[in-house]
Protein backbone atom coordinates (compact mmCIF):
# COMPACT_ATOMS: atom_id res chain seq x y z
CA UNK A 1 0.00 0.00 0.00
CA UNK A 2 1.51 3.31 -1.10
CA UNK A 3 0.93 6.33 1.14
CA UNK A 4 1.72 10.25 0.63
CA UNK A 5 2.20 12.43 3.02
CA UNK A 6 2.73 15.99 1.87
CA UNK A 7 4.33 18.62 3.94
CA UNK A 8 5.90 22.52 3.51
CA UNK A 9 3.23 25.01 2.71
CA UNK A 10 2.55 28.08 4.13
CA UNK A 11 1.94 31.90 3.51
CA UNK A 12 4.73 33.67 2.13
CA UNK A 13 5.41 37.11 0.06
CA UNK A 14 6.07 37.09 -3.66
CA UNK A 15 9.42 36.66 -5.07
CA UNK A 16 9.70 33.99 -1.10
CA UNK A 17 10.35 30.69 -1.28
CA UNK A 18 8.55 27.11 0.06
CA UNK A 19 10.18 23.67 0.33
CA UNK A 20 7.36 21.41 -0.16
CA UNK A 21 8.07 17.57 1.02
CA UNK A 22 6.19 14.44 0.09
CA UNK A 23 7.08 11.29 2.29
CA UNK A 24 5.92 7.98 0.51
CA UNK A 25 5.79 5.05 2.03
CA UNK A 26 5.55 1.80 0.03
CA UNK A 27 7.34 0.46 -2.51
CA UNK A 28 7.05 1.98 -5.81
CA UNK A 29 9.96 0.22 -7.26
CA UNK A 30 11.32 -0.54 -9.89
CA UNK A 31 9.67 2.07 -12.46
CA UNK A 32 7.20 4.77 -10.96
CA UNK A 33 6.35 8.32 -11.33
CA UNK A 34 5.89 11.36 -9.60
CA UNK A 35 3.83 14.34 -10.01
CA UNK A 36 3.19 18.11 -7.96
CA UNK A 37 -0.27 19.28 -9.12
CA UNK A 38 -2.15 22.07 -7.52
CA UNK A 39 -5.57 23.14 -7.60
CA UNK A 40 -7.57 26.39 -6.97
CA UNK A 41 -10.77 25.77 -4.91
CA UNK A 42 -13.14 23.52 -7.74
CA UNK A 43 -11.19 24.00 -10.77
CA UNK A 44 -9.43 21.16 -12.22
CA UNK A 45 -6.26 19.80 -11.00
CA UNK A 46 -3.01 21.47 -12.84
CA UNK A 47 0.07 19.50 -13.11
CA UNK A 48 2.68 21.38 -12.03
CA UNK A 49 5.51 19.32 -12.17
CA UNK A 50 6.65 15.62 -12.94
CA UNK A 51 9.40 13.12 -13.58
CA UNK A 52 8.88 9.38 -14.24
CA UNK A 53 11.95 7.24 -13.59
CA UNK A 54 12.06 3.49 -15.38
CA UNK A 55 14.08 0.97 -13.64
CA UNK A 56 17.23 1.55 -15.68
CA UNK A 57 16.66 5.32 -13.96
CA UNK A 58 16.56 6.73 -17.04
CA UNK A 59 14.15 9.68 -16.45
CA UNK A 60 11.47 12.07 -18.08
CA UNK A 61 10.82 15.39 -16.49
CA UNK A 62 7.67 17.89 -16.67
CA UNK A 63 7.42 21.50 -16.11
CA UNK A 64 4.42 23.78 -16.38
CA UNK A 65 5.46 26.35 -18.23
CA UNK A 66 4.77 29.05 -15.87
CA UNK A 67 6.97 28.09 -13.39
CA UNK A 68 10.15 26.73 -15.45
CA UNK A 69 12.58 27.72 -14.09
CA UNK A 70 11.18 28.93 -10.49
CA UNK A 71 10.38 25.39 -9.61
CA UNK A 72 12.33 21.81 -9.05
CA UNK A 73 11.13 18.50 -8.15
CA UNK A 74 13.93 16.44 -6.56
CA UNK A 75 14.12 13.61 -4.40
CA UNK A 76 15.80 12.25 -1.14
CA UNK A 77 16.15 8.42 -1.60
CA UNK A 78 17.51 7.81 2.03
CA UNK A 79 14.86 9.89 3.38
CA UNK A 80 11.86 7.99 0.70
CA UNK A 81 10.85 12.07 0.18
CA UNK A 82 10.25 13.63 -2.78
CA UNK A 83 10.79 17.87 -3.41
CA UNK A 84 9.30 20.58 -4.82
CA UNK A 85 11.41 23.82 -4.05
CA UNK A 86 9.36 26.59 -5.42
CA UNK A 87 11.58 29.70 -5.72
CA UNK A 88 10.05 33.12 -6.63
CA UNK A 89 6.72 32.81 -6.03
CA UNK A 90 3.91 34.56 -7.45
CA UNK A 91 0.33 35.51 -6.29
CA UNK A 92 -0.75 33.03 -8.81
CA UNK A 93 0.98 30.60 -7.52
CA UNK A 94 -1.62 30.49 -4.38
CA UNK A 95 -3.43 26.57 -4.13
CA UNK A 96 -3.48 23.67 -2.54
CA UNK A 97 -0.60 21.63 -3.86
CA UNK A 98 -0.80 17.78 -4.04
CA UNK A 99 1.64 15.28 -4.60
CA UNK A 100 1.01 12.06 -6.49
CA UNK A 101 2.31 8.70 -7.55
CA UNK A 102 1.71 5.77 -9.95
CA UNK A 103 3.59 2.38 -10.69
CA UNK A 104 4.14 3.36 -14.17
CA UNK A 105 6.61 5.36 -16.22
CA UNK A 106 5.04 8.68 -17.87
CA UNK A 107 6.61 10.56 -20.22
CA UNK A 108 6.32 14.22 -20.75
CA UNK A 109 2.95 15.92 -20.92
CA UNK A 110 1.61 12.24 -19.44
CA UNK A 111 3.15 13.33 -16.09
CA UNK A 112 0.30 16.11 -16.16
CA UNK A 113 -2.65 14.32 -16.45
CA UNK A 114 -3.64 13.33 -12.66
CA UNK A 115 -6.04 10.98 -14.52
CA UNK A 116 -3.25 8.44 -14.66
CA UNK A 117 -1.83 8.70 -11.44
CA UNK A 118 -3.15 6.44 -8.58
CA UNK A 119 -1.79 7.47 -5.23
CA UNK A 120 -2.32 10.91 -4.01
CA UNK A 121 -1.29 12.91 -0.54
CA UNK A 122 -3.84 14.96 0.96
CA UNK A 123 -2.70 18.65 0.29
CA UNK A 124 -0.97 21.59 1.44
CA UNK A 125 -1.96 25.17 1.01
CA UNK A 126 0.43 27.34 -0.49
CA UNK A 127 -0.94 31.29 0.06
CA UNK A 128 1.45 33.89 -2.05
CA UNK A 129 0.37 37.48 -0.98
CA UNK A 130 1.50 40.31 -3.24
Known amino acids: QVQLVESGGGSVQAGGTLRLSCVVS????????MGWFRQISEKDREGVAG???????????YYLDSVKGRFTISRDNAKNTWYLQMDNLKPEDTAMYYC????????????????????WGQGTQVTVSS
Open 26 to 33: GDLSPSYS
Open 100 to 119: AAVRRVLIGKQLADPIRYAH
Open 51 to 61: IGINYSYNRST
